[in-house]
T-cell receptor, first 112, second 115 residues
Framework: GESVGLHLPTLSVQEGDNSIINCAYS??????FIWYKQESGKGPQFIID?????DKRQGQRVTVLLNKTVKHLSLQIAATQPGDSAVYFC???????????FGTGTSLTVIP | DGGITQSPKYLFRKEGQNVTLSCEQN?????MYWYRQDPGQGLRLIYY???????QKGDIAEGYSVSREKKESFPLTVTSAQKNPTAFYLC??????????????FGSGTRLTVV
């Protein structure tokens, strides 16, 4: 399944399936992006980052894809596990900026 | 272990009162940030400080105040001028020029409720 992260949508997947979480960013000058995972009642944690000179970056079970033409970012989670249940945020930064701007997040629920 | 400690975890405030949220880090990070998180919304920047005794307003600074007297500490005061203070507050920090290297390290947050 997949979802667009603009109004805290929800995404439910079966354990073991792959998840795709999408994010549309706002500023064409943004050139560094991070995906964060936030579990209930906790602060966000870094998952993976990507710079604008790349289209794809892989981590452990996660892949981030960047499409600068349409200002779109996606996070793919392979073999989704119950521990992956959380809210996922994308964040963008511009080289001249000293803060990140966050999307509204997508709530992922993994069904055992 | 190094990290960011926010306290208290839950805070209740009566209308018209000021409250101060604590944020302490032992990471030796230079820059510290305060974000506000509301349901269904992304994080919004309140204030940030890149060095001791200096801080800048973020996008939603009205009704808030901060101080940075020590590198380790960046307390946030929610004043009575903040009309809708009920939210989850997150403190974050970055080492030196590390904004574009893995971004923020976040604390575990303080949930403020006005009663």
């Amino acid at each position: 399944g997949e979802s667009v992260g603009l109004h805290l949508p929800t995404l439910s997947v079966q354990e073991g399936d792959n998840s795709i979480i999408n994010c549309a960013y706002s500023n064409s000058a943004s050139d560094y992006f991070i995906w964060y995972k936030q579990e209930s009642g906790k602060g966000p944690q870094f998952i993976i980052d990507i710079r604008s000179n790349m289209d794809k970056r892989q981590g452990q079970r996660v892949t981030v894809l960047l499409n600068k033409t349409v200002k779109h970012l996606s996070l793919q989670i392979a073999a989704t596990q119950p521990g992956d249940s959380a809210v996922y945020f994308c964040a963008e930064n511009r080289d001249t900026g000293n803060q990140f701007y966050f999307g509204t997040g997508t709530s992922l629920t993994v069904i055992p | 272990d190094g990290g960011i400690t926010q306290s208290p975890k839950y805070l209740f405030r009566k209308e018209g009162q000021n409250v101060t949220l604590s944020c302490e880090q032992n990471l030796n990070h230079d820059a510290m940030y305060w974000y506000r998180q509301d349901p269904g919304q992304g994080l919004r920047l309140i204030y940030y400080s890149q060095i001791v005794n200096d801080f800048q307003k973020g996008d939603i600074a009205e009704g808030y105040s901060v101080s940075r007297e020590k590198k380790e500490s960046f307390p946030l005061t929610v004043t009575s001028a903040q009309k809708n203070p009920t939210a989850f507050y997150l403190c974050a920090s970055i080492e030196g020029d590390g904004l574009r290297v893995r971004g923020y390290t976040f604390g575990s947050g303080t949930r403020l409720t006005v009663v």
